[in-house]
């Protein structure tokens, strides 16, 4: 069963900076799309970005350009969000993601999730 673990979130100042990081273990990392999504109470789960498999194209969400970079290290079976100039409106439960096949926006196409680690952001 594949497994992914998040850490790193925590409580940040507005205009701080924050880096979270995804662990995948029983599967072949390199070979997998991965995702950052987020889900603020009472909202839909967001895009936030994502990263094909050898490291590129990469895509981000409209709301995160700019201030957000994902990154992966195959080596480490380790994804990685630096998020920077955070803003109150980036709390959230931010949750990653990965599929064999898939690349894309939409949640629906990512197999496996993880459990989320909450990032708040104090104005």
């Known amino acids: 069963q594949v497994q992914l673990v998040e850490s790193g979130g925590g409580l940040v100042q507005a205009g701080g900076s924050l880096r979270v990081s995804c662990t995948a273990s029983?599967?072949?990392?390199?070979?997998?799309?991965m995702a950052w999504f987020r889900q603020a109470p009472g909202k839909e789960r967001e895009f936030v970005a994502a990263?094909?498999?050898?490291?590129?194209?990469?895509d981000y969400g409209d709301s995160v350009k700019g201030r957000f970079t994902i990154s992966r290290d195959n080596a480490k079976s380790t994804m990685y969000l630096q998020m920077n100039s955070l803003k109150p409106e980036d709390t959230a439960m931010y949750y990653c993601?990965?599929?064999?096949?898939?690349?894309?926006?939409?949640?629906?196409?990512?197999?496996?999730w993880g459990q989320g680690t909450q990032v708040t952001v104090s104005s």
């Open positions: 029983r599967l072949t990392f390199s070979s997998y799309t």
């Open positions: 993601a990965a599929d064999l096949r898939s690349y894309g926006s939409s949640p629906a196409q990512y197999a496996y």
């Open positions: 990263l094909s498999r050898r490291g590129g194209p990469i």
